[in-house]
């Protein structure tokens, strides 16, 4: 059945794409976007990299204005969806009304989580997810004398590379024995950690914050640890993970686990609600247990996905290979595949601070966790992607060198 209206919930990169490629692949009837923050679709990433300091607002935004007038795609900034009426099919939005939907898109991302300690909601205890909280940053940050980050993932590490870079002291918190652990092997934490106190970041490990002080005026001045030790800092960036915002699904009687529970083909248990990027909660073929993957590649490939089912080009079992970035300060981090499940790492380190560490699980070789060292994460993207199974001995036989195995499987 031809669908006519499909209402996409959510206006970051996974609505953005999914609106974008349902015109692509000839979708003709109404696409409505519908997304709680003001403005333009506009990427994330730069926020914690560049934006603080450049604040060219127009830089980040996925498509100019005309890009939605010339696609007849509507967009409603600044509005929610409040609930959904699956029976109806509707959308209620906070302002009252109520809109029809054929088919409708979830695509509401995720938010941070907070750090439920003392001291929280004090001025100057900031975090980041959107534009608007960039902006804050940017006022506080001039001003600020030290800054102290609580967690020690790829925000809080970029934000930190960010930071120093404006000659701003800055000390990193984390409770884990190492930097971005629930993400990468230990040889990239070490090198990122040894990268960033070379740049004269300072970062506390097994260090769990647990309270924030009050400077007396009701803003913050500093962290105390469990131990007493206080690191005083008058900016405070809470970065300590994300929670996917399903509560719109689950108030609707939808399935939810992790995030918004998803089938291989992204659909919910309606078949007339799918969900993708950070909210939704799949199986991955290379993961093979239920998980989420807050990504931008993840939410353009799984939005490309269910454009190119909703508008009937067929439904392929989502497994679009993964890949992830993180710029922090002059260190590129690129990763090929979904390297958690390695057991087995082989590193190689080159010159300007180059890294590359194979990840294998058992004799599989499941992906590459790199540094400043985008040939090979291309290369390596390109052997994984193609679908053949790569052992620790093809790649001992090659040295590790990629463009070589490459090379030898082709001929
Ligand atoms: C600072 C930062 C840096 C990042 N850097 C990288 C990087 O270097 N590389 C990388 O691959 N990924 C990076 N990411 C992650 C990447 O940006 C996310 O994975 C991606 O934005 C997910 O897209 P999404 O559309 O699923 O969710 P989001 O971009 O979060 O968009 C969801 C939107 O839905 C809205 N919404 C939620 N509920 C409702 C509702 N009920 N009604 C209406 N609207 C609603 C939200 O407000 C939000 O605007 C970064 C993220 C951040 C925050």
Redesign the pocket.
Known sequence: MKLKTIVI????????QAASSLRAEGHDGEIIM????PGLPY???P???TYIKEGRADRLLLRPESFYETNAITLMPQ????AIDRRAREVKLDGGDRLGYDHLIL????RNRRLPIEGGDLRRVVE???MAHADEIRDLIAAAQSVVVIGAG??GL?FAAMARGLDTDVTVLEAAPRAMARVVSAPVSQHFAAYHAATGVTIHFGAAAARIRNDGTGAAAGVELGDGTVIAGDLVLVSVGVAA?DE?ARAAGLATDIGVTVDENLLTDDPAISA????ASFVHPLAGARGRI??????TDQAKAVAARLAGKGAAPYGAFPW????QGARKLQIAGLTGTADRHVVREGEDGKLAVHCFAGETYVGLESVNAAGEHVTARKLLSEGRRITFSDLREHEFDLKSLRAALAG
């Open positions: 919930a959510g206006t970051g990169q996974a609505g953005f519908i997304g709680d923050e990427q994330r990433p926020l914690s990299k509005t929610r969806v409040e695509a509401t991302g995720a980041l997810r959107t790829f925000i970029e915002n719109l993708i990027g950070d909210c807050e990504s931008v590649q993840n939410a992830f970035w993180s710029d």
